[in-house]
């Protein structure tokens, strides 16, 4: 069993930045951000695997960074300009083995969440 634990969501105005930052109780191999806005599906946006490559979906590429310190198991979003519709509340999520890394269904363990919220 993984315990997670999200932090650092918040306000932000549009163009503005935020650093999530997600602890968890145990090291997996593959862990991910999730965000999901009100009434539509969970979105994955983020995945970093045991070899520390990431993906992100096209939708955050080039303005969203995941990362993370495995001798203190903690997951890390680092968040640049934000734009409105990046509004959500956003998760981490973990699992030993994963084929689709972006597919909320492969992922055993989530936080509770954080909410993220960019203004224009």
């Known amino acids: 069993q993984v315990q997670l634990m999200e932090s650092g969501g918040g306000s932000v105005q549009a163009g503005g930045s935020l650093r999530l930052s997600c602890t968890a109780s145990a090291y997996s191999s593959n862990m991910a951000w999730f965000r999901q806005a009100p009434d539509k599906e969970r979105e994955g946006i983020a995945s970093?695997?045991?070899?520390?490559?990431?993906i992100y979906a096209s939708s955050v590429r080039g303005r969203f960074t995941i990362s993370r310190d495995v001798l203190k198991d903690i997951l890390f979003l680092e968040m640049n300009s934000l734009k409105p519709e990046d509004t959500a509340i956003y998760y981490c999520a973990a699992a030993k083995y994963v084929h689709r890394r972006l597919s909320p269904g492969e992922y055993t363990y989530w936080g509770q969440g954080t909410q993220v919220t960019v203004s224009s």
């Open positions: 970093i695997d045991s070899s520390e490559n990431p």
